[in-house]
């Protein structure tokens, strides 16, 4: 029994000092960023890169975070992103509305429109 409590003990400060925090999520979101453009744009860009992760730390900012201690739940409308142990792990599909409703990509969609 005491062997268990302290499998478990272990197992939660290990899940404590492991929980992703805001900076975290911001370099997640960068980076699959940036690799989704990388795989739909023809030739590799350091200047598209640099676009990309600038609005992916605006994205990254939009998103609520819930902290449990152990893990965190990043929410953007009804998408939803399990953190822990500095591991992201998309519960479900993003809802493409929810990403139009954040105040700089409505400026950005603005702009393009012109």
Known sequence: MKKILLV????????FFTNPDQA?????VQKIAVEEVNKEAAVKSPLLDGIVSTLSTVVADAYVREDYYFFSLYKLGDHKILGIAKQFISLNQPDKEAFK??????ELEKMWEK
């Open 24 to 28: 975290d999520f911001k370099e997640y």
């Open 101 to 106: 409703k954040i105040p700089e990509m409505k």
């Open 8 to 15: 478990l003990a272990i197992v939660l400060v290990f899940l």
